[in-house]
């Protein structure tokens, strides 16, 4: 499969436990966010998503925290199973535009 | 299987040429974007349109276009291809709107250039 970002941070997780990825975004007048999961050899797939009016938002499985005093956001994965295995990015949208600034992205691995 | 579909998958060609890359979005959806993915930038917001019209502009070089046809469809150009250009390349489609909070994004599978 493709191999993207070759030096990104790579965090390694027990299967079953929860993991936590964490992002700092650049723009205080972002006011979207969005957290993506990209597989080897495919495309970035949409996870979950927040508001800046909002401070958790809960999906299945996975939770958002957004922090906007320190402008960080973080992706909680609950019992993390060998598919999670993939890189994790998370996306801000500033306000009154439709652009998307794309964090790094960190590897997630997930051992058995 | 997102919907969205790219061809071609794969292409080679050399510095200094011209290549279209082709996306069609999912079945009633009507904003399409572009992002540039390499190793040492991450992924780069290229450009949108939305029914035909340009949206929002990111990092998109004045060597790229782009456009969306009236069937929805859209093509990014690049031209004077350069080595760093080498990335894969990614269309994504929305449904549009004006609703930044309830428009998903789905992303193609990608094109993937190489620039020898």
């Known amino acids: 499969g493709e191999s993207v970002g070759l030096h990104l941070p790579t965090l390694s997780v027990q299967e079953g436990d929860n993991s936590i990825i964490n992002c700092a975004y650049s723009?205080?007048?972002?006011?979207?966010f969005i957290w993506y999961k990209q597989e080897s050899g495919k495309g970035p797939q949409f996870i979950i998503d927040?508001?800046?009016?909002?401070d958790k938002r809960q999906g299945q499985r996975v939770t958002v925290l957004l922090n906007k005093t320190v402008k960080h956001l973080s992706l909680q994965i609950a019992a993390t199973q060998p598919g999670d295995s993939a890189v994790y990015f998370c996306?801000?949208?500033?306000?009154?535009?439709?652009?998307?600034?794309f964090g790094t992205g960190t590897r997630l691995k997930v051992l058995a | 299987d997102s919907g969205v579909t790219q061809t071609p998958k794969h292409l080679i060609t050399a510095t200094g040429q011209r290549v279209t890359l082709r996306c069609s979005p999912r079945?009633?959806?009507?904003?399409v974007y572009w992002y540039q993915q390499s190793l040492d930038q991450g992924l780069q917001f290229l450009i949108q349109?939305?029914?035909?019209?340009?949206?929002a502009k990111g990092n998109i070089l004045e060597r790229f276009s782009a456009q969306q046809f009236p069937d929805l469809h859209s093509e990014l150009n690049l031209s004077s291809l350069e080595l760093g250009d080498s990335a894969l390349y990614f269309c994504?489609?929305?449904?549009?709107?004006?609703?930044?909070?309830?428009?998903?994004?789905?992303f193609g599978p990608g094109t993937r250039l190489t620039v020898l």
């Open positions: 723009n205080s007048a972002s006011d979207y």
């Open positions: 927040i508001r800046s009016n909002m």
């Open positions: 994504a489609s929305s449904v549009g709107g004006t609703s930044r909070g309830s428009d998903t994004q789905y």
């Open positions: 996306a801000e949208s500033p306000t009154g535009t439709y652009k998307y600034i």
């Open positions: 349109y939305y029914n035909g019209e340009e949206r």
């Open positions: 079945s009633g959806d009507l904003s």
